[in-house]
């Protein structure tokens, strides 16, 4: 089942996907969270704050998985998805940060890493919702076009397009990290519901080949037309290549 939800703006946006999450929160208070960084989470992790500084969530039994982080740069630097999740989530709301999990971007034997995050992945029983943005190549996570779908948390090296749309948050493309740890395909397909979201005509037509293009491992997201519940939350600009398609 796929459900797609057209929002005005990225703040109606942030405001739907929020209400997705906060749904999940309040059916299974101690439900594993799958979460996401970059700029387009971000909105909908404010408007989760603002609901728990308001009383009405509670975040004191909620676990949570992130989808990655870089290899090489340690939880500290301001640059990594760790300080990300801090600063934008977990130190604003009552979640007990020992239920928190990142990969460690530090752990140099990736083999040994990666085995270690499926490990807690499966020890938590799974995640019950994950949360996920979209590249302009289609990767989710980092898993980039070619990635195989059968993989679980892998070392991946990034592509040049990654690197430049990340480089907006170093201070050069030069500082970004060559490598990171990601959860793979199936961690992903494993959650028992995923909430997609995107922002923007630059994910327009990513968007619209991951939705209703062919599932090829060049479009890492079109595996998620075979999920038996995906959730997509998309603004008009990310929408309006699909929508111009339904008008032909």
Request: glycine residues 6%.
């Amino acid at each position: 089942m796929m459900e797609i939800y057209q929002a005005k703006d990225y703040s109606d946006l942030s405001r739907k996907a929020a209400n997705i999450i906060s749904a999940q929160i309040i059916m299974k208070r101690n439900c594993v969270l799958g979460l996401a960084t970059g700029s387009t989470p971000l909105g909908v992790y404010r408007q989760l704050i603002d609901w728990y500084q308001k009383g009405d969530l509670d975040f004191s039994d909620i676990r949570s998985v992130n989808l990655d982080e870089y290899k090489g740069i340690s939880p500290e630097d301001p640059n990594s998805y760790s300080a990300f999740m801090k600063s934008n989530l977990f130190d604003h709301v009552n979640i007990d940060q020992s239920n928190t999990y990142i990969p460690n971007g530090l752990e140099e034997d990736s083999e040994r890493e990666c085995h270690r995050y499926n490990q807690i992945i499966h020890h938590l029983g799974g995640i019950d919702l994950q949360l996920l943005g979209i590249g302009q190549n289609g990767h989710i996570g980092f898993n980039e076009p070619g990635a195989s779908f059968e993989k679980e948390t892998h070392c991946v090296q990034l592509t040049e397009d990654t690197i430049q749309a990340n480089s907006r948050f170093f201070s050069s493309a030069e500082k970004v990290p060559k490598y990171a740890y990601s959860t793979g395909i199936k961690n992903i397909m494993q959650s028992r519901r995923i909430l997609l979201i995107a922002s923007g005509e630059n994910k327009s037509e990513a968007l619209y080949q991951s939705l209703f293009g062919p599932v090829l491992p060049s479009v890492p997201a079109s595996i998620l037309q075979l999920h038996n519940h995906v959730t997509v939350v998309a603004d008009e600009a990310a929408l309006s290549r699909i929508r111009l398609e339904k008008l032909i």
